[in-house]
């Protein structure tokens, strides 16, 4: 039985240089990159408020899957996710491993 209600694919929007911040900072300190079996990425990023997660809907394309108590945002087709990488990198800190 499913547990949750998927929501339909959204394409992205042209946001600005504030926007873009917004999510680099949003994504490093809430998100995650998962590596799938063959071979490709997701975006990822799971919240119980829903409304950051429609931002990045929005600005980025992607799915959000509402569960019970969380809503989850994914994105992960290739090019979108090499697109949203892009653009978040100026504003991205690298952490130490």
Do not use: N
Not at 68 to 93: F, I, T
């Amino acid at each position: 039985m499913r547990t949750y209600v998927r929501r339909p694919f959204v394409e992205p929007t042209i946001g600005s240089d504030t926007d873009y911040a917004w999510a680099a900072g949003f994504f490093d300190g809430e998100g995650h990159i998962a590596h799938q079996p063959r071979g490709g990425i997701q975006l990822i990023v799971v919240q119980v408020v829903r409304e950051p997660l429609e931002f990045l809907c929005t600005l980025f394309g992607g799915t959000i899957y509402d569960y019970p108590k969380h809503s989850r945002w994914v994105l992960q087709r290739r090019e979108y996710v090499q697109q949203a990488l892009v653009l978040m990198s100026p504003y991205a800190r690298i952490k130490g491993l």
